[in-house]
Nanobody, 132 residues
Framework: QAHVMESGGGSVQAGGSLRLSCATP????????MGWFRQVPGKEREGVAS???????TYADSVQGRFTISKDNAKGSLYLQMNSLKPEDSAMYYC??????????????????????????WGKGTLVTISS
């Protein structure tokens, strides 16, 4: 059963922008650790950006400086502002939200990836297509 729901994908030209949204469980504790992932056919799902509790943020090197992750605690929503989009950003984008693990030294994106696969909580994703 999906735990989240993504939206906001679309088709834009290279250099354009998109803003993805993710609806998550309303329980704040369930959204302490949140992240965005993407996957293209034939490849593994990869982490894009994460935000933890009060705002510790990490980005994949490939999107650093172009993407911005943010959250609305009141709404339990997660966002990904994507600017200067490139054709290689084309993918199905997924979000994840869960209580943070007790071990604060873990790579949160890798942890969320494994946790969501284990719980089978992935949403349907939202498709982003960037044309050159």
């Amino acid at each position: 059963q999906a735990h989240v729901m993504e939206s906001g994908g679309g088709s834009v030209q290279a250099g354009g922008s998109l803003r993805l949204s993710c609806a998550t469980p309303e329980d704040t504790y369930s959204t302490d650790c949140m992240g965005w992932f993407r996957q293209v056919p034939g490849k593994e799902r990869e982490g894009v950006a994460s935000i933890v509790r009060a705002g510790v943020i990490t980005y994949a090197d490939s999107v650093q400086g172009r993407f911005t992750i943010s959250k609305d605690n009141a709404k339990g929503s997660l966002y990904l502002q994507m600017n200067s989009l490139k054709p290689e950003d084309s993918a199905m984008y997924y979000c994840a939200a869960a209580p943070c693990p007790q071990d604060s030294g873990l790579d949160i994106l890798q942890w969320l990836l494994a946790y969501y696969y284990g719980m089978d909580w992935w949403g349907k994703g939202t498709l982003v297509t960037i044309s050159s």
